[in-house]
């Protein structure tokens, strides 16, 4: 009687949600890397303005 088979779809499972886990993780990461990098050229913008407006 031989465990490789139900050691494959044990290993092919895990496989299979690490992978669900890592699509996600990497879609939220480069939600947020963009939602951070429009909140700084954004401020920048604004100080700019601000700067501008004053006349320094």
């Known amino acids: 009687?031989?465990?490789e088979p139900e050691e494959q779809a044990q290993f092919d499972k895990a496989t299979s949600q690490y992978l669900?886990?890592?699509v996600l993780g990497t879609f939220v990461e480069g939600c947020s890397y963009c939602?951070?990098?429009?909140l700084i050229?954004?401020?920048?913008a604004?100080?700019?303005?601000?700067?501008?407006?004053?006349?320094?």
């Open 1 to 3: 009687m031989s465990l």
């Open 20 to 22: 669900a886990t890592g």
């Open 35 to 38: 939602v951070s990098s429009a």
């Open 41 to 44: 050229y954004l401020t920048k």
């Open 46 to 56: 604004l100080v700019g303005a601000v700067l501008i407006v004053k006349g320094t």
